[in-house]
């Protein structure tokens, strides 16, 4: 497999200049993710509007990879519901470790192309973790308002 | 052996550093004949074994295997004296002063677990201090730490200075009279920055501490003399040292060892055994409960017949040429930034590239088959210390050569091209 594979343009752009990196002063949820491996961290912020999320962002230190992948979700969580951001997590989860994925309604599934570019990982199992240490925070948010989570 | 230990040059033939070619002694480890592109440089971690080791532990299960110090067969017997005689090998590699001062573990982690349940639980009381480095491996924290809430002791550290050496004078005014142990790497992991031990136990023993001494990525790499450095406590593991995985040492003095508990109770340990009462064997067994890893302690004493055979001084020869050659041609690459090693860096080069972390360092490495260890080495408190989450390490071996360290720097120049 070629590296380009993995380090797209689009990843190499959002490793570079990841988007919404920033913190949410007064967020209705966030959590820390953190990576024992590498100590890398990430925190996410959300904020919700009953169920639907109406501003996500993150911050953090990590590899090109972490970074644009927590980018690349905060891109496409805006104004998703929680329930839909959570089916957007299990199917990713599966595109990036080869588990079975359940079809996506049309409006996610585009989303998810949106994704795709990340799922090179898949070859690089040391990496898989780097993909999903974000979206482990999110779903962390979501459930306790602000523990840290770990990728194990 | 082939190709290994000092040999007769050819006329015109120049001199490698050490008197070996890490080329030809290649052909002596397998793992390069199944992988033939592979760039190793990760022996820091765990280095690959010689043929002569892989395959006593083999002939060892094939001829003379039968559990020790138990059976009265001839066979058990066998068993029992090629264990011993690794043990004998083992000392004469520390120069202990008697092979009953070596205990053998499961590696230098379970060796300082060992001091700190036994040693430290039975001789330390709450407000004792333990004064450990800044450069410390978490296996030379955590013990102290589960000791500290065990019992109370105080963990002190002792800073680096701003090469990246170990502070001594910042280190000597940190001992005081209630310092009973001062735990101190001989060769720091994350970094290559080599610890001045004679200096550490002069101060310590002055002060009145016992000093236990990771030597983790020395023995590999130095000729180490417990005698001479005058420790308290040496450990090791044997798969950083050419050996089998599973096995370790613990060197300790005798005195310290005869008057310490044991710390794990079972089989092998004891004299007799009542249900009111138990008396236990003299060190090392005392230390040794349960079934040895037999396979391993012998396999260990090969891999020292190999560290031996190719000569102390030729690995240290090597090693220091090959490291210095790392620090040159790696300090000629733009944005690249080595850690600091202080006054003397040995086998190990950890760096900082600008702007790329070092796990797609690592990834875009690996691609170019060069293997090398990213992260924070199990030295997290150092890495903060230095300001950095993560490093990318490149460790030595004997069978590393400058064309190793060449494919090394190609391919950060490469990382550094696609992450431009």
């Given at each position: 497999?070629?590296?380009?594979d993995?380090?797209?343009?689009?990843?190499?752009?959002?490793?570079?200049?990841?988007?919404?990196f920033?913190?949410?002063?007064?967020?209705?949820h966030t959590?820390?993710g953190?990576?024992p491996l590498?100590?890398?961290?990430?925190?996410?912020?959300?904020t919700?509007?009953?169920?639907?999320?109406?501003?996500?962002?993150f911050?953090g230190?990590g590899?090109?990879?972490s970074?644009a992948a927590a980018?690349?979700?905060?891109?496409?969580?805006?104004?998703?519901?929680?329930?839909?951001?959570?089916?957007?997590?299990?199917?990713?989860h599966a595109?990036?470790?080869?588990?079975?994925?359940?079809?996506?309604?049309?409006?996610?599934a585009?989303?998810?192309?949106?994704?795709?570019?990340?799922?090179?990982?898949?070859?690089?199992?040391?990496r898989?973790?780097c993909?999903?240490?974000s979206?482990?925070?999110?779903?962390?948010?979501?459930q306790?308002d602000g523990?840290?989570?770990?990728?194990? | 052996?082939?190709?290994?230990?000092?040999?007769?040059?050819?006329?015109?033939?120049?001199?490698?550093?050490?008197?070996?070619d890490?080329?030809?002694?290649?052909?002596?480890?397998?793992?390069?004949?199944?992988?033939?592109?592979?760039?190793?440089?990760d022996?820091?971690?765990?280095?690959?074994k010689?043929?002569?080791v892989?395959?006593?532990?083999?002939d060892y299960?094939r001829?003379?295997?039968?559990?020790?110090h138990?059976?009265?067969?001839?066979?058990?017997?066998r068993?029992?004296?090629?264990?011993?005689?690794?043990?004998v090998?083992?000392?004469?590699?520390?120069?202990a002063?008697?092979?009953?001062e070596?205990?053998?573990?499961?590696?230098?982690?379970?060796?300082i677990n060992?001091?700190?349940q036994?040693?430290?639980?039975?001789?330390?009381?709450?407000?004792?201090?333990?004064l450990?480095?800044?450069l410390?491996?978490h296996?030379?924290?955590?013990?102290?730490?589960?000791?500290?809430?065990?019992?109370?002791?105080?963990?002190?550290?002792?800073p680096i200075?701003?090469?990246?050496?170990l502070?001594?004078?910042a280190?000597?005014?940190?001992l005081?009279?209630?310092?009973?142990?001062v735990?101190v790497?001989h060769?720091?992991?994350?970094t290559g920055?080599?610890?001045?031990?004679?200096?550490?136990?002069?101060?310590?023993?002055?002060?009145?501490?016992?000093v236990?001494v990771?030597?983790?990525?020395?023995a590999?790499r130095?000729?180490?003399?417990?005698q001479a450095?005058?420790?308290?406590?040496?450990?090791?593991s044997?798969?950083?040292?050419?050996?089998?995985?599973?096995?370790?040492?613990?060197?300790?003095?005798?005195?310290?060892?005869?008057?310490?508990?044991p710390?794990?109770?079972?089989?092998?340990?004891?004299l007799?055994v009542?249900?009111e009462?138990t008396?236990?064997?003299?060190?090392?067994?005392?230390f040794?409960?349960g079934t040895?890893?037999?396979?391993?302690?012998?396999?260990?004493?090969?891999?020292?017949?190999f560290?031996e055979?190719?000569g102390?001084d030729?690995?240290?020869?090597?090693?220091?040429?090959?490291?210095g050659?790392?620090?040159?041609?790696?300090?000629?690459?733009?944005?690249?930034?080595?850690?600091?090693a202080?006054?003397?860096?040995?086998?190990?080069l950890?760096?900082?590239?600008?702007?790329?972390?070092?796990h797609?360092?690592?990834?875009?490495?690996?691609?170019?088959?060069?293997?090398?260890?990213a992260?924070?080495?199990?030295a997290?408190?150092?890495?903060?210390?230095?300001g950095?989450g993560?490093?990318t390490?490149?460790?030595?071996g004997?069978?590393?050569?400058?064309r190793?360290?060449?494919?090394?720097?190609?391919?950060i120049?490469?990382?550094?091209?696609?992450?431009?």
């Amino acid at each position: 497999m070629d590296l380009r594979d993995l380090y797209q343009d689009i990843i190499l752009d959002h490793g570079r200049h990841p988007r919404n990196f920033r913190a949410i002063e007064h967020p209705t949820h966030t959590a820390q993710g953190h990576n024992p491996l590498c100590g890398d961290r990430v925190t996410v912020f959300l904020t919700l509007d009953g169920e639907q999320i109406a501003d996500v962002a993150f911050q953090g230190r990590g590899c090109a990879i972490s970074t644009a992948a927590a980018s690349l979700m905060t891109e496409v969580l805006k104004g998703k519901t929680v329930e839909e951001a959570r089916e957007l997590f299990a199917h990713f989860h599966a595109r990036v470790t080869g588990g079975n994925e359940n079809p996506l309604p049309a409006p996610l599934a585009d989303e998810m192309e949106r994704l795709e570019p990340l799922t090179g990982v898949k070859a690089y199992p040391a990496r898989v973790k780097c993909a999903t240490l974000s979206w482990h925070a999110l779903e962390a948010a979501l459930q306790t308002d602000g523990a840290t989570v770990k990728t194990e | 052996m082939t190709g290994a230990g000092p040999k007769i040059l050819a006329p015109g033939e120049q001199r490698l550093p050490g008197g070996f070619d890490p080329r030809r002694l290649r052909q002596e480890f397998p793992i390069f004949a199944s992988n033939p592109d592979l760039v190793f440089l990760d022996s820091g971690a765990s280095a690959q074994k010689p043929a002569s080791v892989i395959d006593r532990v083999a002939d060892y299960y094939r001829t003379d295997y039968a559990n020790v110090h138990r059976g009265v067969y001839r066979l058990s017997a066998r068993s029992t004296d090629l264990f011993e005689q690794a043990r004998v090998k083992v000392q004469r590699f520390l120069n202990a002063a008697d092979a009953r001062e070596v205990v053998f573990v499961r590696g230098a982690t379970e060796a300082i677990n060992l001091v700190a349940q036994s040693w430290g639980g039975a001789f330390l009381e709450a407000g004792d201090e333990i004064l450990i480095s800044e450069l410390e491996h978490h296996s030379n924290i955590v013990p102290w730490q589960l000791l500290r809430d065990r019992v109370g002791i105080r963990l002190v550290v002792a800073p680096i200075d701003a090469t990246g050496g170990l502070d001594v004078a910042a280190f000597a005014a940190r001992l005081s009279p209630r310092t009973r142990l001062v735990a101190v790497t001989h060769l720091a992991n994350a970094t290559g920055a080599l610890v001045p031990i004679e200096t550490v136990v002069e101060l310590a023993h002055r002060a009145g501490a016992r000093v236990l001494v990771d030597g983790c990525q020395a023995a590999p790499r130095l000729q180490v003399d417990v005698q001479a450095l005058g420790c308290d406590f040496y450990a090791f593991s044997g798969h950083k040292t050419y050996g089998p995985t599973g096995i370790g040492v613990l060197w300790g003095r005798h005195e310290l060892l005869a008057a310490m508990p044991p710390w794990q109770g079972g089989g092998e340990m004891i004299l007799n055994v009542t249900f009111e009462k138990t008396l236990y064997q003299e060190p090392p067994h005392r230390f040794e409960a349960g079934t040895p890893d037999i396979s391993g302690a012998i396999g260990l004493g090969t891999a020292l017949d190999f560290i031996e055979e190719l000569g102390r001084d030729n690995i240290l020869e090597h090693e220091e040429a090959l490291t210095g050659y790392g620090v040159d041609r790696l300090s000629r690459i733009p944005g690249l930034q080595l850690v600091g090693a202080g006054q003397r860096r040995l086998g190990i080069l950890s760096f900082d590239l600008e702007g790329i972390h070092p796990h797609d360092v690592a990834t875009v490495l690996d691609r170019h088959h060069v293997a090398v260890r990213a992260g924070h080495h199990c030295a997290q408190p150092l890495l903060d210390k230095l300001g950095l989450g993560a490093t990318t390490r490149a460790s030595l071996g004997v069978y590393n050569d400058e064309r190793d360290i060449d494919a090394l720097a190609a391919a950060i120049e490469a990382a550094q091209e696609m992450f431009r």
